[in-house]
């Protein structure tokens, strides 16, 4: 029965996990067209900054907390795979309820996604040296994890988007459906990685929710505040922060449990994506709050409703 057992967590992280994860890039890539690229590169600032906080900021703050939560060096090791991770696929729908600019947040996305292939190994090799995770029996076969996740996150991307320029009513069409799938998908991989860790998860809850919950609320804040201070408009802001905000935590899953082979690292991947979408939705709700106040005083008139999102 042990055996069998096995032989079935096997299955899922082997198979199930990279194929899940695939198909959600691939969704991502479905949801991106050329037009969403060119009006953002003729605003370079924003797209800028917002891989700064991406790259830089997301993994610097992890890093900060890590350290001052003096966190064991699984958790924080797994919290800076988190924080390498490009933005979620949802970022962009909640960027669209925030009243924030949905393309750019759609071409951070992509472009964050295809560049992690590079940034998280490099990441996640500095992390182990930092943390001395010699004790942990991790290794990063860096060549391999750099191939692994370019086949598993740009090429869907990249397939997505030539399906959508070659057939763009077909991919249109498949946009809705694969949404809920991937979405479902997701909340799986979450689910399963939470059960099959749930010992050390609700051992560790109390450290690592709480680095996980103040991560969260200083990448959107700080986010927030950096574009402003950059002299993006309100729009670019809200888009750079929920981009921020929201992290690929099936990929911080399956880099941990399927390339580093430490399940237990996967926890705070597991912690934030439960997090992440409670932290972005007050998130959207001050947002809107805060937008509406500011069109009633300028004009008198209630505010407008937000317009349709260019994301599924």
């Known amino acids: 029965m042990n055996a069998g057992a096995g032989s079935a967590g096997a299955a899922i992280v082997g198979v199930a996990l990279p194929l899940a994860l695939a198909f959600i890039m691939f969704y991502l890539g479905l949801t991106l067209h050329a037009a969403d690229f060119r009006r953002v590169l003729a605003r370079p600032r924003a797209l800028a900054v917002g891989l700064a906080g991406q790259l830089v900021l997301v993994p ?12 064991d060096p699984a958790l924080a090791i ?13 970022s962009g729908l909640l960027t669209h309820l925030a009243r924030g600019d949905v393309a750019l947040s759609i071409a951070l996305t992509a472009v964050s996604s295809i560049v992690a292939m590079l940034s998280l190994p490099l990441v996640l090799d500095v992390s182990l040296r ?3 995770a010699r004790a942990l029996e991790v290794e990063l076969p860096l060549a391999a994890s750099v191939t692994r996740i370019f086949v598993l996150t740009t090429l869907p991307v990249l397939a997505g988007m030539a399906l959508g320029a070659w057939r763009p009513r077909a991919a249109a069409r498949l946009v809705p459906p ?21 010992d050390v998860l609700l051992a560790q809850l109390p450290r690592v929710g709480a680095a996980c919950a103040a991560l969260n609320v200083l990448v959107l804040g700080a986010a927030w505040f950096a574009s402003r201070a950059a002299g993006l408009a309100r729009a670019d802001a809200v888009a750079v922060a929920t981009e921020c905000g929201l992290q690929n935590a099936a990929l911080g899953i399956y880099v941990t449990v399927e390339l580093l082979q430490a399940p237990a ?11 992440m979408n409670a932290g972005a939705i007050a998130f959207v709700a001050l947002m809107r709050r805060r937008g509406d106040a500011a069109v009633i005083a300028a004009t008198g008139a209630p505010a407008p409703a937000p317009a349709a999102s260019t994301r599924g």
């Open 60 to 71: 610097l703050l992890a890093l900060t907390l890590a350290l001052a939560g003096r966190l």
């Open 78 to 90: 797994g919290l800076m795979v988190l924080a390498a991770c490009p933005g979620g696929v949802s």
């Open 130 to 132: 930092l943390f001395e």
């Open 178 to 198: 694969f949404g809920r799938i991937a979405t479902a998908l997701f909340v799986l991989i979450v689910l399963a990685t939470f059960w099959s860790q749930r």
């Open 265 to 275: 690292l996967a926890v705070p991947s597991v912690v934030y994506a439960l997090l």
